[in-house]
């Protein structure tokens, strides 16, 4: 009678991922038309393939366990255990996007290829139920997933680096989301391992399921948010410009002329409040390139993002005593969100803003 009950509401768990992964789906593709950039194309084509497949493994678990409630005996049958394999499957798929998010090259269609084995050893197991063919695909997985993950959290590092060394505003072009996402799946995983040795069965299925769309549902969202316009992070400076990076080039980013041509364009209002300010921009209204700006930025300690912040806030503090909203002073600064704007505000001056207000006005 407990089993029963329990084999209901697994079934009703599986029922309800196929609706949430279709409905994902379905706001994935209405986005791809928006995004001008391959990576987001790309990662968006291999996510649904991803939702697809569990999509697919979630309405045969169903089925199987509709079925196995009249017929019993169906679990004896190889194609019963198959969803387990297709659900394997989703991993490499998630591994191409996230790895395809963090790398600063164009993806390749040929990535899809890590499939190929997984896809083989579905349709060898469903027809032969041979575990040893099992056992492969757990291995050949287990060792993608340690790649993707060490891959992944390199790039997502690299990616940031150059993400603050070329934008002044970072906060939705941002992928530390992506390690978010595959910490919070590895965590899930690990919780399914120990729940399956501690209490295995319908049980651990049924407390399982409902936390595996965690991830996916945080995922997805990011993704959509995500902003992909970074096209000055692959601008490439000229090789006439680099060619004479000796002493005597050097020079010019550490002269006095070269600080204050930079201090001038980046302290006008109407560029530290352009909220897509970039240091390429900066570079061609100064006449030199991105390299001498970022190599200038790093002598007063800062990077670039760092750099615009602190003229942003310079900009904000008046306005902050003067008892403005901070709604205002965010927009006024050129700050992109409140939190872009907390976030500076506390990195500098070890305080809230409001708590910065209150220390003044007391």
Same mark, same amino acid.
């Given at each position: 009678?407990?089993?029963?009950?329990?084999?209901?509401?697994?079934?009703? &768990?599986?029922?309800?991922?196929?609706?949430?992964?279709?409905?994902? @789906?379905?706001?994935?593709?209405? *986005?791809?038309?928006?995004?001008?950039?391959?990576?987001?194309?790309?990662?968006?084509?291999?996510? $649904?393939?991803?939702?697809?497949? +569990?999509?697919?493994?979630?309405?045969?678990?169903?089925?199987?366990? !509709?079925? *196995?409630?009249?017929?019993?005996?169906?679990?004896?049958?190889?194609?019963? *255990?198959?969803?387990?394999?297709?659900?394997?499957?989703?991993?490499?798929?998630?591994?191409?996007?996230? $790895?395809?998010?963090?790398?600063?090259?164009?993806?390749?269609?040929?990535?899809?290829?890590?499939?190929?084995? +997984?896809?083989?050893?579905? @349709?060898?197991?469903?027809?032969?139920?041979?575990?040893? %063919?099992?056992?492969?695909?757990?291995?050949?997985?287990?060792?993608?997933?340690?790649? %993707?993950? +060490?891959? %992944? *959290?390199?790039?997502?590092?690299?990616?940031?680096?150059?993400?603050?060394?070329?934008?002044?505003?970072?906060?939705?072009?941002?992928?530390?989301? !992506?390690?978010?996402?595959?910490?919070?799946? %590895?965590?899930?995983?690990?919780?399914?391992?120990?729940?399956?040795? #501690?209490?295995?069965?319908?049980?651990?299925? &049924? =407390?399982?399921?409902?936390?595996?769309?965690?991830?996916? @549902?945080?995922?997805?969202?990011?993704?959509?948010?995500?902003?992909?316009? @970074?096209?000055?992070?692959?601008?490439?400076?000229?090789?006439?410009?680099? /060619?004479?990076?000796?002493? /005597?080039? =050097?020079?010019?980013?550490?002269?006095?002329?070269?600080?204050?041509?930079?201090?001038?364009?980046?302290?006008?209002?109407?560029?530290?409040?352009?909220?897509?300010?970039?240091?390429?921009?900066?570079?061609?209204?100064?006449?030199?390139?991105?390299?001498?700006?970022?190599?200038? &930025?790093?002598?007063?300690?800062?990077?670039?993002?760092?750099?615009?912040?602190?003229?942003?806030?310079?900009?904000?503090?008046?306005?902050?005593?003067?008892?403005?909203?901070?709604?205002?002073?965010?927009?006024?600064?050129?700050?992109?969100?409140?939190? $872009?704007?907390?976030?500076?505000? !506390? #990195?500098?001056?070890?305080?809230?803003?409001?708590?910065?207000?209150?220390?003044?006005?007391?």
């Amino acid at each position: 009678m407990y089993d029963n009950f329990l084999l209901h509401v697994r079934s009703m &768990c599986y029922g309800g991922m196929v609706a949430y992964f279709v409905f994902t @789906i379905m706001r994935l593709v209405r *986005h791809y038309r928006t995004y001008d950039s391959a990576t987001a194309r790309f990662a968006v084509v291999s996510s $649904s393939l991803a939702m697809a497949l +569990l999509a697919i493994k979630n309405a045969a678990r169903f089925v199987f366990d !509709v079925m *196995h409630i009249a017929f019993p005996r169906i679990e004896d049958m190889p194609v019963f *255990h198959s969803p387990l394999i297709m659900e394997m499957m989703a991993i490499p798929f998630m591994g191409v996007a996230l $790895s395809a998010l963090s790398r600063l090259t164009p993806p390749k269609g040929t990535e899809l290829f890590v499939q190929l084995p +997984l896809l083989v050893s579905l @349709i060898f197991f469903s027809i032969t139920g041979n575990e040893l %063919v099992m056992n492969m695909s757990f291995t050949y997985v287990a060792i993608y997933s340690v790649a %993707v993950i +060490l891959s %992944v *959290h390199i790039n997502v590092r690299r990616y940031q680096t150059k993400l603050n060394e070329t934008y002044a505003n970072t906060d939705k072009r941002g992928i530390t989301w !992506v390690l978010i996402t595959l910490y919070i799946m %590895v965590g899930l995983l690990t919780l399914w391992g120990i729940m399956q040795f #501690a209490m295995p069965g319908l049980l651990s299925d &049924c =407390l399982y399921f409902p936390l595996s769309l965690i991830p996916w @549902i945080f995922y997805s969202r990011r993704l959509i948010k995500q902003d992909f316009n @970074i096209a000055a992070m692959h601008v490439q400076d000229d090789e006439n410009d680099l /060619a004479g990076d000796s002493e /005597a080039a =050097l020079k010019t980013w550490q002269n006095a002329q070269f600080g204050e041509a930079v201090m001038k364009f980046c302290t006008d209002k109407k560029n530290f409040t352009n909220t897509d300010l970039n240091i390429v921009e900066v570079a061609r209204a100064v006449g030199t390139n991105r390299t001498y700006v970022s190599r200038w &930025c790093k002598e007063q300690g800062m990077d670039f993002s760092t750099y615009i912040a602190h003229i942003r806030l310079d900009h904000a503090l008046p306005l902050l005593v003067s008892g403005y909203p901070i709604s205002e002073i965010v927009t006024m600064s050129g700050f992109s969100s409140p939190r $872009s704007f907390r976030t500076a505000f !506390v #990195a500098r001056y070890n305080c809230t803003p409001s708590e910065y207000r209150t220390r003044k006005q007391a």
